[in-house]
């Protein structure tokens, strides 16, 4: 039986606060700063990792992450890709592909078409040469490489990426999607990571929201945990950010309306959603 939304601001805070008293050792087995795969509803699917009590829970609904250059000049390593023990076929391999061009932030948008292509292109690189990749210098995809999934099922790797000259400062858009040799598992929908090269903490969350309100545009954000139904499962995922109010790298699944804290304003959304139950089709 659903939870009652009526009391909800005494519910929420209590639920939430009760579930982030104690952080076991578990919590310290995940990369938290990584993205989360998974699998759901027959493909790969992407989001983020949540504390919730003791455990860690992967959030596979979210598309849009932000990232930092910095490592090294140019460089990063962040997000990863990290999944749960047990979450693909072992000896598989996961793979992406580039979908398209670079984009650059122009301050109010990723435009696209040439207008938005940049100078630079992005280089995705792990282990041996082969393992490189470029962005191309027009939107059409480029097959990357695979990697493996370790005997217990678990996938987690760290790509680099680099910006390569000449590497101005500013914000820019990856769009990224994997695939799997594991039978009968589809590949992910499109996902966008924007990365910052120098740029203001604001305005690299202020152009992840934009990508998530203008290009990737979720019709039903409330299912956090990306199986369709918007239900108690869900419930418990949102009071888990609500309690902790502001937003992490990479992502931010509880945030709705686009303002990096999950607050009040998200939780109308969310109740919207709870009500309804079903996602639509």
């Known amino acids: 039986m659903k939870f009652q939304i009526a009391a909800k601001s005494t519910l929420v805070r209590t639920v939430a606060t009760t579930a982030a008293i104690t952080v076991g050792c578990s919590a310290q087995a995940q990369h938290l700063i990584d993205m989360a795969i998974g699998q759901s509803q027959g493909r790969i699917a992407t989001g983020v990792f949540q504390l919730q009590g003791e455990n860690v829970v992967p959030l596979l609904s979210q598309r849009v992450f932000i990232s930092e250059f910095g490592t090294f000049p140019g460089f990063t390593n962040n997000p990863g890709w990290d999944s749960m023990v047990g979450a693909f076929q072992p000896a598989s391999q996961i793979g992406f592909n580039i979908r398209k061009a670079l984009r650059k932030w ?7 078409g040439e207008a938005g292509i940049p100078a630079e292109q992005l280089q995705i690189k792990l282990g ?7 962005t191309p210098l027009a939107d059409e995809t480029v097959t990357g490489f695979s990697l493996a999934v370790n005997g217990a ?3 987690h790797h760290h790509p680099g990426y680099t910006l390569l000259d000449p590497a101005s400062d500013g ?3 990856l769009e990224l999607e994997l695939w799997s040799t594991q039978p009968g598992l589809q590949a992910s929908l499109p996902y966008w990571t924007v990365f910052s090269q120098n740029g203001s903490e604001d305005e690299l969350r202020a152009a992840a929201s934009w990508v998530r309100a203008n290009v990737w545009q979720p019709t039903c954000p409330a299912d956090l945990n990306n ?9 418990v995922a949102f009071v888990s950010s609500y309690n902790y109010l502001l937003c992490d790298p990479p992502g931010c699944p509880t945030d709705f309306n686009g303002d990096w804290v999950t607050d009040d304003a998200d939780f109308s959304i969310f109740a919207v959603g709870y009500d309804a139950l079903l996602c639509p089709e």
Do not use: I, K
């Open 106 to 112: 122009n301050g109010t948008a990723f435009p696209p």
């Open 128 to 134: 041996p040469a082969a393992n490189t990749r470029l």
């Open 153 to 155: 099922g678990e996938f």
């Open 171 to 173: 914000l820019y858009l």
């Open 227 to 235: 199986d369709g139904l918007v239900d108690d499962a869900d419930f």
